[in-house]
């Protein structure tokens, strides 16, 4: 983490958060907003500074972009950064589906390369066993008087450095996919590579093995134990007290009521990208061999073609696609990510590689997700048509994630192209639809909730009641 979150977060700190717990309609009668009166309690300001802070530190710790452009600037890296942490804040099971599909990527490569090392020295070995056996048959050869031989040594085999390979963590596979291997050719950047062109280069002798470690990989990133301790600090002490105002009985606020979800879907983003280097500045070069043939088309060194189409289905998908990348539907490079000669910001997996566990991980989250604000089922509204607004959004953020994993598991597995496959994706695009529609609501009574919290929301814990004493 650069220096100006950390010190950011560190400014936070001394704020008093003080926060709440499910509310009921056993509470006090809602009040108007005085602050004047508030100089025993929690204000307004006070609320909404904890939750920020608490966002901040858990999106902004969680977020584990990949390695940007050569030629970027900071402020274009921490504009793109910046992106990300509001679309966890917006739609934190993206980042997990994200998160999920970069973990299974950079496990299954991490075997991948550990299987193909392990192949490559037993059939080394194979040789030079091999090798020995014909150079002794051929000295033996040599000692015995033959008129008319001429006697030539067998050719030695390639020389391997021995220990030059270390085998490959599952850090090796977030950096191998997050951009972490950039092709030279003539000595000048050619494209990052994706681990399966390192590992086709390798095998085709194109390209020497990159001797990297694990140390050497983790010297590079950014990411230090103290931003995260300060985020799991803030994270632990904003759900204590939310735990300490439902034994006493005192209500919470629906902001942070999203909050607790928002940190709580992060925190698992933030566990999948545990081994993923965090704010890595450039890629491990790769030279390209002077003898070998030039490099064809590689996978990031190429706009697809859907940023060339005019109609339209094209302009439309060139504002979704970063939305499909995260959910896993499909990866695109675009103009700016071959430009620079680098990942997609929201790209970096085994496209198609990770099954159908990406899907499943989202929906599941996203269901969660809902079911967190049902929390707010009998929160005290300022009317009786906002309590109905939020029960319907909450139950739509609940059950529209079930009817896309339905739907599309019919699509997927029986692979249906008649009538029905057609109304099953379009039942899908409505459920998301209506998904996007309801979290939208959500934010929009958050806010409404503002102008009138229930009176007992700005009261403080009473941590004497809670700490044992005499």
């Known amino acids: 983490m650069t220096l100006l979150p950390s010190a950011a977060i560190l400014l936070l700190l001394p704020i008093p958060f003080v926060h709440s717990s499910p509310p009921s309609l056993n509470g006090t009668s809602i009040a108007t907003l ?82 193909a090392q392990v192949c490559s020295s037993q059939l080394h070995q194979t040789r030079s066993e091999c090798a020995n056996m014909e150079d002794g048959t051929a000295t033996l050869l040599s000692e015995i008087p033959t008129s008319g031989r001429t006697s030539s040594p ?15 963590t599952v850090t090796h596979g977030f950096f191998a996919w997050m951009g972490g291997f950039m092709l030279y ?68 606020t ?42 064809s088309e590689l ?22 696609y970063p939305l499909l990348s995260l959910t896993g539907a499909g990866l695109f490079n675009s103009p700016r990510a071959v430009h620079s000669r680098r990942v997609p910001s929201v790209g970096g997996y085994q496209e198609g590689g990770a099954g159908r566990y990406p899907l499943l991980i989202g929906c599941l989250s996203g269901t969660v997700f809902g079911a967190m604000h049902c929390l ?39 692979d249906d192209s008649n009538d029905v496959g057609v109304i099953a994706l379009l039942a899908v695009l409505a459920s998301s639809f209506i998904y996007i529609v309801a979290r939208a609501t959500l934010i929009v009574l958050i806010l409404m909730s503002f102008r009138s919290l229930p009176s007992g929301a700005y009261d403080t814990v009473a941590w004497t009641e809670i700490i044992p004493h005499l």
Request: hydrophobic share 50%; aromatic share 12%.
């Open 34 to 115: 005085d602050v004047s009166n508030l100089s025993s309690g929690r204000s307004l300001w006070s609320i909404i500074w904890s939750c920020a802070a608490t966002l901040f530190a858990c999106t902004w710790t969680a977020i584990h972009p990949n390695i940007p452009g050569m030629d970027e600037g900071k402020f274009t890296v921490f504009s793109r950064r910046l992106g990300m942490m509001i679309m966890a804040l917006i739609a934190p099971e993206l980042m997990i589906t994200w998160a999920t599909i970069q973990f299974l990527s950079a496990r299954d490569t991490a075997k991948a390369f550990n299987a």
């Open 154 to 168: 067998h050719p030695s085999p390639p020389h391997v450095a021995s220990g030059a390979f270390r085998e490959w």
């Open 185 to 252: 050719f003539n000595d000048k950047p050619r494209a990052t590579l994706t681990p399966n062109e390192l590992q086709r280069f390798v095998n085709e002798g194109s390209v020497e093995m990159p001797v990297i470690t694990e140390a050497d990989i983790e010297d590079r990133s950014k990411g230090d134990a103290l931003s995260k301790g300060i985020a799991f600090l803030q994270l632990a002490w904003f759900v204590l007290q939310l735990i300490v105002r439902y034994v006493q009985n005192l209500p919470m």
């Open 254 to 295: 629906l902001l942070e009521l999203d909050t607790l979800a928002v940190a709580a879907l992060t925190s698992i983003a933030c566990g999948l990208w545990w081994k993923k280097p965090k704010d890595v500045g450039r890629p491990h070069p790769v030279y390209w061999k002077a003898t070998a043939c030039p490099p």
């Open 299 to 320: 996978a990031y060194d190429t706009v697809d073609a859907l940023f060339f189409t005019e109609d339209w289905g094209g302009i439309l998908l060139t504002y979704m």
């Open 376 to 414: 707010g089922w009998n929160y005290m509204f300022q009317g009786h048509t906002i309590q109905i607004l939020w029960r319907t959004a909450s139950l739509a953020i609940v059950s529209a994630p079930v009817c896309i994993l339905l739907l599309s598991s019919y699509i997927i597995w029986l």
